[in-house]
């Protein structure tokens, strides 16, 4: 992990309120893995102070991708750099989603939470069987359902809240069926934190190895604010930065 200035070779509008950002790092790009994020900061002045997380979307040496959406005052900053512009960097930071081979793995993304799947999915579809359920609330919110359909998947299955474009559900809709179906053994899943409370109630009890992706509030990236913390299971509480992002759904402790 480091801190870079880094160039940004390009700052796509891709749809509505989301963008994909390519910025240059040969370190940062040869060194993450599905999975790690970066600490970016949004503006060149203290203001606002803290660099915003977000995960690893793509990688192409010596470029980075991350796909973002604007939901706020940091995020509308980064929508307004230009090419050629300079952002610091700090990366790539945070675990990973396990390596497995010959595994059937099934992708559950949640809106924007497709950023650091669809990574894995490129990196892992060769040497796995891939199934996905994706889905977001509305088809203006399911982006890269194209591009994701071209790799090697056995099963894809896209849901929008309000049946826009896609079959109206959610992505707990038919996991059960997709996860019998395609004997499914594991799942990497990110997403918004009320999606992981359904998906613990549908699957965390089928006795599958549940990978969680979270998100939260984070001050530094690297452990030592513990502005990101969420309670563990066992009590203790887990620092999403440092600890994670990725998890066992059953090291968390949900509401549910
Ligand atoms: C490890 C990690 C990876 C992430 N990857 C991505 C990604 O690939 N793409 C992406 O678009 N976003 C990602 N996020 C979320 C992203 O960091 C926040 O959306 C961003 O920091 C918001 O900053 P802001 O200043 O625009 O919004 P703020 O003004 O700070 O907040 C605006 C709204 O967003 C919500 N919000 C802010 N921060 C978070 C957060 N960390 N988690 C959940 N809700 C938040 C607030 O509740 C508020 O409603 C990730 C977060 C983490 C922790």
């Known amino acids: ?15 509505g309120r989301y963008y994909l950002m390519k910025i240059e790092s040969a ?11 970066v600490m970016v900061a949004v503006s060149g002045s203290n203001d606002p102070l803290l660099k915003r997380p ?11 991708y991350i796909y973002y959406e604007v939901v706020g005052r940091g995020s509308k900053l980064l929508a307004s750099k230009k090419e050629e512009d300079r952002v610091m960097v700090v990366g790539p930071l945070g675990n990973v989603f396990p390596e497995y ?12 939470g497709i950023a650091p799947l669809y990574f894995a999915i490129e990196k892992y579809s060769g040497s796995n069987n891939i199934s996905l359920i994706y ?5 203006e919110d399911l982006l890269f359902t194209e591009e994701l359909k071209k790799f090697p998947l056995k099963e894809t299955a896209f849901y929008t809240d309000d049946g826009s474009g896609f079959t109206k559900g959610l992505v707990t809709t ?13 799942t ?8 992981f409370e359904s998906l613990n109630e549908e699957i965390g009890s089928l006795g599958i190895r ?19 913390v969420v309670k563990g299971s066992d009590g203790k509480y887990k620092k999403v930065c440092s600890d994670g992002p990725v998890f066992r759904m059953e090291e968390i402790k949900w509401q549910t």
């Open 135 to 139: 889905g977001a609330r509305s088809k």
């Open 101 to 112: 081979e010959n595994e059937n793995i099934l992708f559950v993304g949640g809106g924007r």
């Open 54 to 64: 977000f995960g690893i979307f793509k990688i192409d040496p010596p470029y980075f």
């Open 27 to 37: 370190y940062i790009s040869e060194k993450s893995k599905p999975g790690n994020f």
């Open 210 to 228: 549940n990978f969680v992706s979270l998100e939260a509030f984070m001050g530094c990236g690297f452990g030592i604010c513990y502005s990101c």
């Open 174 to 186: 038919d996991i059960k069926e997709i996860i019998n179906r395609n004997g499914i053994n594991v």
């Open 188 to 195: 990497f899943s990110c997403g918004p934190d009320k999606m």
């Open 1 to 15: 992990m480091k801190e870079e200035e880094c160039r940004v070779a390009a700052n796509t509008i891709i749809q």
